[in-house]
């Protein structure tokens, strides 16, 4: 790629930027669009779970670690922030100081997790991580004196800023509030790939034993990319339960979360930030904007009925995130706007011998 | 003084003994040579030197010095810490309900200033009343677990690749592995990482000390690659070199360990003439700057031509070791390359 | 198992059980569980073993299978046994079609999603894996929908649905306090010969032996003339097969099925597979008696709302010591 001349590159290293930019400018398209259009108001929840794409990317994308626990941490955010912030607790922070706590119980969760099982194969850190998602779910169900079970916490004050309060009504501040953490945190995992830290990651993802050969220490790597990834999940919760004026119930952060998550950075691509936002807005934007819209706009003009499950829309999500997961390992599994390196890995065997297919030996 | 000395190395795979009590000395700016037919335990005797395999028994010593993650009074600290907080996780996580409410919900009527102190002492009071063989028993396994887990944990990583590398044992592999996709410079720089002092923070918000710290390791990273003849492909992703440079790479991404000791295994695999008179003179190049080197080689024109010690293996047992004259007349080697028929 | 020790305590005949008693029926319960569980586990440490996969889609199908079971009892009109008889035989054709039907599919997406992703990196079928599975348990919400008196007309199609008692309830052990039911009984004639049949086509069979020789080399095993396509092909049918048996049996004991059961057994029976050792056919059947186990005391001595956090601290635990599973040993990576 980096031989081909002209803009195009520079470009294409600045795309997060870009993206961002364009969020930015979208406010200014609702003026020209009718009312129930209001684009500001629906894309909110893109920039929630991007900053949750981004938290999985860094241990999926740079490290090459599944975590399929990812609503977990996101439920401990969101829950996190409710106790901190909900007046029906002595706590009562507010937003500025809730968040930051919030990613640091996110960190503290990450580590905790991550301590005992990070040396373990992929495949069993896939499953202990699933495993951890099912735990916090049911122990937030259980605990129902502290999280009131399945009601959840709400209402969750408004949060302010410099005097400014962010209602519910005025969906504009809270669109560029989002915006600016988002960016915060695109501005965070760039630096960091970049620097020595993403570079290890990196090494680990291609060739862990080569890493440890080189006196890499993959643990301690490993346990800081699960921190800061668990970090970001926790701080997109603490978001979400802003924005929804509730903590959800526990029953909102389950295993779909996680693949939402997964399909974000799978469709948008594995190591690649700009790809994690054009996942976000392509994957949010199909499930929580298209899929209702379309739903109720049949709805309205009585082409399905509730009892038949075949002509709602919504009922068709599974698949189609089954099948966008199927299909992009399949054509494009470097995602739509790959990382390089990413990208070379997965090709890597194409043209090659095949590789064994398993076995004790690679 | 010895520099490396592997004693009564061990290696065995299920019921087949891969090295079989290998012992031999490698002293300061030597070029220590191992050779054998194929199958000799070479390449699993280097993978037990360096802690990619894990060996039967054995020990391997760097300048006097047993290479193993010390045990310490920090890490006796850790273990405690870690015991500590499981056992309090643990009764915090069995009485959770109960303690929240003697805590926060009796004492919180919907009014602040809320009266911690208060909260934290009922929570106490909580604690001490309830059945304390509940508490105590929760307390007691999760330090068990904890002490138990954070040893078990440790105890696997101490002989690891990394705490060799840390040592000063840096290696190449037989098939390269190179990180194929990143560039020829960031190889090098992965190699380096250990030596950095970049931490999250600076990498995070870019902090000066960072930026520093980039620009130096860069122009260190170029000037190994200078070193090795490949600073021309610093900026070529690794996976586009030539064979001969993907080799050369590894060397120099092994050098940036700042190894005492660099092992190296099968250089000069498919190297033609040219390339491997290239790669003897970069192993000379190498002691001269005071680093030991321990070779596996097939290609004899190299092995006699740099080594200064030789040892032969066959069957996981050194038959032979001396210098490359006596070597090549040993009629113990030429037995174990050319059957005994032959002698 | 159970049953000859369950005989033996049948002659008390007390009022309230005994703590003993309460023992033995929770370990009945779990060892019922567990076979059902072990079963599931097979599927996937089957086909881990041989091409380092977790087929994530292994819980839905068997999901999907105990669907075809209720479809069929629908069809054939089948309807709760009536007393005195031990079992309705419409179930024959359910332990015939379901097994087909489950090893057919697991098949076809062996060769649609994961066949052509062979060499790809391990994290590339893994996802189509999780994709298949949604795109399962999809289907089985939908199926769940379909104008059939079984599903409710389609009205409800995401409740869970009765399944017929097809299997006697009744307690074989008369009076006693314990219940020991011909369901049960059920779960152990079927699986038992099945493990057991397992073992021995692993062993001694043609085909076995190609099995472990792929698992163990693929490369070198296609050198030595074997078809590896074909005989991964035959264990994803083998796997799937399982979990439709399964699916059958499991259905047979609860009289429930929902269509995210797959997620909630399946979970189960992949942490039992990696508990007892991912790739290890012994481990996976341990694993699911341990789980099985695990489960039935904590809804007996703890709670039953803490049954899973419980299944996934003892996961943690035994990995922390073990990190390979129970019964696994690690592959050396090769250098």
Not at chain 1, 139 to 165: A, C, E, H, M
């Amino acid at each position: 790629m980096g031989a081909r001349g002209g803009i195009w590159p520079a470009v294409y290293a600045r795309m997060h930027w870009i993206l961002l930019g364009l969020a930015a400018l979208l406010p200014a398209v609702d003026l020209l669009l009718p009312p129930e259009f209001r684009l500001a108001d629906l894309v909110r929840p893109i920039f929630i779970f991007a900053v949750l794409g981004m938290g999985l990317n860094i241990v999926t994308g740079f490290t090459g670690l599944l975590n399929l626990g990812v609503a977990a941490f996101m439920a401990i955010g969101a829950y996190t922030y409710a106790i901190a912030t909900c007046d029906i607790y002595p706590f009562q922070l507010g937003f500025w100081t809730a968040l930051p706590l919030t990613i640091a119980v996110g960190a503290a969760a990450g580590i905790i997790l991550g301590l005992p099982t990070i040396r373990l194969k992929g495949d069993y850190l896939a499953i202990v991580t699933m495993g951890f998602g099912e735990m916090v779910q049911d122990s937030l169900k259980n605990l129902d004196v502290i999280t009131k079970g399945t009601q959840g916490i709400n209402p969750l004050p408004s949060p302010t800023l410099f005097g400014y309060v962010f209602k519910p009504e005025t969906p504009l501040p809270w669109y560029y509030l989002f915006l600016a953490l988002l960016a915060v945190v695109v501005l965070l995992t760039r630096n960091l790939e970049r620097s020595r830290i993403g570079r290890t990651w990196a090494s680990i993802r291609e060739d862990e034993l080569a890493a440890t050969c080189m006196g890499i220490n993959s643990m301690k790597a490993k346990l800081l990319a699960f921190a800061i990834g668990a970090s970001f999940c926790s701080m997109a919760g603490g978001l979400w339960g802003a924005y929804l004026g509730s903590s959800g119930e526990p029953g909102n952060y389950d295993f779909q979360i996680s693949i939402i998550a997964l399909c974000i950075v799978i469709v948008g691509g594995m190591g690649s930030v700009s790809g994690v936002l054009l996942g976000a807005f392509v994957m949010i934007g199909f499930n929580a904007i298209l899929l209702t819209k379309l739903t109720a706009f049949l709805a309205q003009h009585g082409w399905t009925s509730s009892d038949n499950v075949f002509t709602s829309p919504s009922n068709w999500k599974y698949m189609m995130f089954g099948l966008a997961l199927i299909l992009m390992m399949r054509f494009k599994p470097e995602g739509l706007l790959p990382s390089r390196r990413v990208k070379a890995e997965l090709h890597e065997y194409d043209k090659d011998v095949p590789r064994q297919a398993g076995g004790a030996t690679t | 003084m010895s520099l490396l000395r592997v004693d009564d190395l061990t290696l065995r795979f299920g019921g087949l003994t891969a090295v079989n009590k290998l012992s031999f000395e490698v002293t300061p700016g030597q070029i220590y040579a191992i050779i054998g037919p194929n199958g000799a335990g070479k390449t699993s005797a280097f993978n037990a030197i360096t802690g990619v395999y894990v060996p039967a028994c054995g020990c391997v010593r760097i300048r006097g010095r047993e290479a193993k993650r010390p045990f310490t009074r920090r890490t006796l600290w850790g273990f405690l810490l870690v015991a500590a907080l499981t056992a309090a996780g643990l009764v915090l996580a069995v009485n959770a309900e109960p303690l929240w409410e003697a805590a926060i919900t009796m004492n919180y009527l919907y009014q602040q200033p809320f009266p911690w102190a208060k909260a934290l002492q009922d929570g106490l009071t909580y604690l001490r009343d309830v059945e304390w063989k509940y508490s105590a028993g929760a307390a007691g396994f999760g330090a068990l677990v904890g002490l138990a887990g954070a040893w078990s944990v440790w105890r696997r990583a101490r002989c690891a690749p990394d705490v060799l590398a840390g040592a000063g044992v840096a290696r190449t592999f037989q098939n390269s592995r190179l990180f194929h996709q990143m560039t020829v410079l960031d190889n090098v720089l992965v190699g380096m990482d250990t030596k950095l002092r970049t931490r999250f923070w600076h990498a995070a918000f870019r902090l000066p000390r960072h930026r520093r710290e980039l620009r130096e390791s860069s122009r260190k990273a170029l000037e190994i690659l200078r070193f090795a003849g490949l600073e021309k492909e610093a900026t070529a992703v690794a996976s586009s070199l030539s064979y001969g440079h993907q080799r050369r790479l590894e060397i120099a991404r092994a050098l940036a360990v700042e190894p005492v000791i660099l092992l190296l295994d099968e250089p000069a695999a498919g190297m033609n003439p040219t390339e491997a008179a290239g790669l003897m003179e970069l192993i000379r190049r190498i002691r001269g700057r005071g680093i030991a080197v321990l070779l596996i080689e097939h290609h004899m024109k190299v092995v006699m031509g740099v080594s200064d010690e030789i040892a032969v293996l066959e069957y996981g047992n050194k038959i032979a070791e001396g210098k490359p004259e006596a070597i090549k007349i040993d009629p113990k080697v030429r037995a174990a390359y050319l059957g005994t028929a032959e002698v | 198992m159970g049953s000859e020790d369950a005989e033996d305590q049948r002659e008390g005949g007390r009022e309230l059980m005994t703590d003993s008693e309460v023992l033995l029926q929770q370990v009945i319960i779990g060892l019922s569980n567990g076979m059902i569980i072990a079963l599931i586990a097979l599927g996937y440490t089957m086909v881990y073993g041989i091409v380092e996969l977790i087929n994530f889609a292994h819980g839905d199908l068997f999901m999907l299978g105990a669907f075809l079971a209720l479809t069929i009892a629908g069809a054939l009109g089948l309807d709760a046994v009536s007393e005195g008889a031990l079992f309705s035989w419409g179930i024959l054709p359910m332990f015939v079609a379901a097994p087909i039907f489950c090893g057919g599919v697991n098949w076809c997406v062996d060769r649609l999603a994961y066949r052509p992703l062979r060499n790809a990196p391990r994290l590339a079928p893994l996802v189509s894996a999780i994709g298949v599975s949604f795109v399962f348990l999809n289907i089985g919400l939908l199926w769940g929908g379909l104008p059939m008196e079984v599903f409710n007309m389609g009205q409800t199609a995401a409740a869970p649905k009765d399944f017929p008692a097809l299997v006697s309830n009744e307690n074989l052990l008369g009076e006693s306090d314990i219940t020991l039911t011909i369901s049960q009984v059920l779960v152990f004639v079927i699986t038992v010969p099945l493990m057991i049949g397992l073992s021995v086509l692993v062993r001694f069979t043609r085909l076995g032996k190609a099995m472990r020789a792929v698992a163990q080399n693929p490369v070198a095993a296609r050198l030595m003339g074997i078809d590896v396509d074909r005989v991964i092909g035959a264990t994803f049918i083998i796997g799937g097969a399982l979990g439709g048996v399964a699916s059958v049996v499991y259905a047979l004991y609860n009289n429930t099925i929902y269509f995210q059961m797959g997620f909630r057994v399946g979970l189960d029976a992949f942490t039992a597979a990696v508990l007892g050792g991912i790739g290890n056919l012994p481990g996976a059947v341990l694993g699911g008696l341990v789980i099985g186990m695990i489960r039935a005391l904590t809804d007996q001595y703890i709670a039953t709302e803490w049954t899973n956090v419980m299944v996934f601290a003892v996961l943690i635990l035994v990995l922390i010591f073990r990190p390979a599973g129970l019964l696994g040993t690690h592959a050396q990576e090769k250098v």
